[in-house]
């Protein structure tokens, strides 16, 4: 299993290290949203809360349109050939899963060093923590991606309509881009059901070097619990795929 895994994630991968271009132009979408809405949030240290949600953001955007790559093999014909092979159908979403956490690593880096010059702190120990959790959230909601990709092999206008549709409220219901704290109840509620919210806070205190806050705890929580569910539903899928 794991050599399998390890083979569908080398092959998923080899594409991006060959046009290593496609992560800085995917990065257009969240340095639009940094410059934009920086500006409009008070205080000197509004970079110190806005950056750790722009790079959830940037791989909440990123992980959740996998499946689209799922899609085309599927519509190629790539995706059959696989399952014929020896490799175990678990392996083929795994692998595939565990391939997003490179690119997310790379646009984080992207993001802070971009940030640098106009006055973000880094903090190294508590941002590296902080992109072991992401990782976790990124393979699961990766997961999640390709098994909205299978159910919907038939019809693909249905996977870009849920995708778009949930992503969105899931990226507003978790305070990404404005903070939740003064929202009406029902809001706060609301968000409350929303596991990035978690992993959000949890980002936003590690980022700035506080490793030992409570959102660390939940943040972790939120980020595992979205993984197992993500491979949980994403292999029974595999293993069900024709």
């Given amino acids: 299993m794991i050599a399998d895994t390890l083979t569908v994630f080398s092959r998923e991968l080899r ?38 949600g722009i790079v959830v953001m940037s791989c909440l955007f990123a992980a959740s349109m996998t499946g689209s790559n ?3 093999e599927i519509q190629t014909g790539s995706h059959e ?15 595939r899963a565990l391939k997003e956490i490179v690119p997310m690593v ?19 120990a508590g941002t590296l923590l902080g992109l072991l959790i992401l990782a976790g959230f ?35 219901l978790a305070g990404v881009l404005l903070p939740l704290d003064g929202g009406p109840g029902w809001l706060r509620t609301l968000s409350s059901w929303n596991p990035l919210r978690y992993v959000v806070d949890a ?7 506080d490793l030992w806050a409570s959102t660390t705890v939940t943040g972790l ?14 292999v029974r899928a595999m293993r069900r795929s024709a």
Wanted: glycine fraction near 6%.
């Fill in 138 to 172: 990124c393979v699961g909601l990766g997961a999640l991606s390709y098994t909205l990709a299978l159910a919907s092999k038939h019809q693909e206008w249905l996977f870009w309509t849920v995708q778009q549709t949930l992503l969105f409220p899931i990226l507003l």
């Fill in 15 to 52: 594409p991006t290290l060959r046009n290593p271009f496609t992560i800085v132009f995917s990065m257009v979408q969240p340095l639009v949203f940094l410059a934009l809405f920086a500006p409009l949030l008070p205080g000197e240290d509004a970079l110190q809360w806005f950056v750790p």
């Fill in 81 to 95: 050939r696989m399952l014929v092979t020896p490799l175990r159908r678990p392996a083929l979403l795994v692998g």
């Fill in 106 to 124: 790379a646009q984080a880096a992207l993001i802070v060093v971009v940030c640098l010059p106009f006055g973000y702190r880094l903090n190294v």
């Fill in 203 to 209: 980002e936003r205190a590690l980022f700035n070097g």
């Fill in 70 to 72: 799922l899609l085309f």
């Fill in 221 to 234: 929580l939120s980020a595992a619990g979205v993984a197992a569910l993500g491979l949980l539903v994403g």
